[in-house]
């Protein structure tokens, strides 16, 4: 009958050393989850960080593109005024020589 009850006595001891155990593990492997959470955690704010890059260069990018456009419109801008310059030198030119022509004309 002693013989029974240490043999319970260290079922039990041992049952709980086990318990303690598999805890003990639990208890090691929750680090390990919160440590690859906050690692996750990390890596977040850096891709919202590059994303947030991304979108602040496109802005960058159009604004470049408008600016060529504009400097485009310019030259054609100022293309147009020279050939309107050229087009009134030229009629000048054709006015001054009717004028001879008919004052000449009715000189004769």
Same mark, same amino acid.
Request: hydrophobic fraction near 20%.
């Given at each position: 009958?002693?013989?029974?009850?240490?043999?319970?006595?260290?079922?039990?001891?041992?049952?709980?050393?086990? @318990?303690? &155990?598999? +805890? *003990?593990?639990?208890?090691?492997?929750?680090?390990? =989850? #919160?440590? %690859? $959470?906050?690692? !996750?955690? /990390?890596?977040?704010?850096? @891709?919202? &960080?590059? +994303? *947030?890059?991304?979108?602040?260069?496109?802005?960058? =990018? #159009?604004? %470049? $593109?408008?600016? !060529?456009? /504009?400097?485009?419109?310019? @030259?054609?801008?100022? +293309? *147009?005024?020279?050939?309107?310059?050229?087009?009134? =030198? #030229?009629? %000048? $030119?054709?006015?001054?020589?009717?004028?001879?022509?008919?004052?000449?004309?009715?000189?004769?």
């Amino acid at each position: 009958m002693i013989i029974a009850r240490l043999s319970i006595n260290e079922a039990n001891q041992s049952e709980k050393r086990f @318990n303690q &155990s598999e +805890e *003990c593990s639990n208890r090691s492997r929750t680090p390990a =989850n #919160q440590s %690859e $959470e906050c690692s !996750n955690r /990390s890596r977040t704010p850096a @891709n919202q &960080s590059e +994303e *947030c890059s991304n979108q602040s260069r496109t802005p960058t =990018n #159009q604004s %470049e $593109e408008c600016s !060529n456009q /504009s400097q485009t419109l310019s @030259n054609q801008t100022e +293309e *147009c005024s020279n050939q309107s310059r050229t087009l009134s =030198n #030229q009629l %000048e $030119e054709l006015l001054f020589d009717y004028s001879v022509h008919i004052s000449h004309e009715t000189s004769i």
